[in-house]
């Protein structure tokens, strides 16, 4: 009966320790990359359904468009009793939308996605002249960060203005 451990049991046990360490360490590095990307994909989607959501919500007010290029829309929209202009631009510099409201004295408003707009496109359909409806097309990256290969996500939608119809018009012609 030998009482104690051989070098060579000692040299196992030491290689099993290291290979569970190493394991556990890939796991946890990869497990903390897909919590990041997943968490950076969540925002981008947060900040298109912002920038969708408010683009919604002005263009059913829209009542006469003013101007309208790839990255400029401007435009007047009903609000309560009085129009109000609004005003979406696209930076490419800063790949940034900022939303400007006449009622609110100018105020800039980003949607907190500075850096994250790679392209934004507005076009009005058939033309500026006899709008119908806007088309809309952005693609947003997900947070670049170091060693992780950033995800995009793109929309493509089309907008159409309640306040352009018709019987609108004309029950808001006798205000």
């Not at 190493?22 to 919590?35: D, E, N, S």
């Not at 969708?52 to 101007?67: H, N, P, Q, Y």
Request: hydrophobic share 40%; aromatic share 10%; glycine share 4%.
């Amino acid at each position: 009966m030998r009482k104690g451990v051989t070098v060579f049991e000692m040299v196992i046990v030491i290689a099993l320790a290291n290979l569970v360490l190493w394991t556990t360490a890939l796991l946890m590095q990869r497990t903390r990359t897909t919590f990041q990307k997943t968490t950076d994909v969540l925002n981008a989607e947060v900040l298109q359904e912002s920038i969708v959501g408010k683009l919604r919500s002005d263009i059913r007010r829209l009542t006469r468009i003013k101007e309208c290029k790839n990255h400029l829309l401007v435009f007047t929209a009903h609000q309560k009793d009085r129009e109000i202009e609004i005003r979406y631009e696209y930076d490419e510099i800063k790949r940034s939308l900022i939303r400007t409201d006449s009622s609110r004295a100018g105020l800039k408003f980003d949607f907190h996605g500075a850096n994250q707009i790679q392209t934004f496109l507005f076009q009005p359909k058939p033309c500026l002249a006899s709008f119908t409806c806007l088309n809309v097309a952005m693609q947003i990256i997900a947070q670049e960060k170091k060693g992780i290969p950033p995800t995009t996500l793109a929309f493509v939608g089309q907008f159409f203005a309640p306040c352009k119809e018709p019987f609108f018009l004309s029950a808001h012609a006798n205000e």
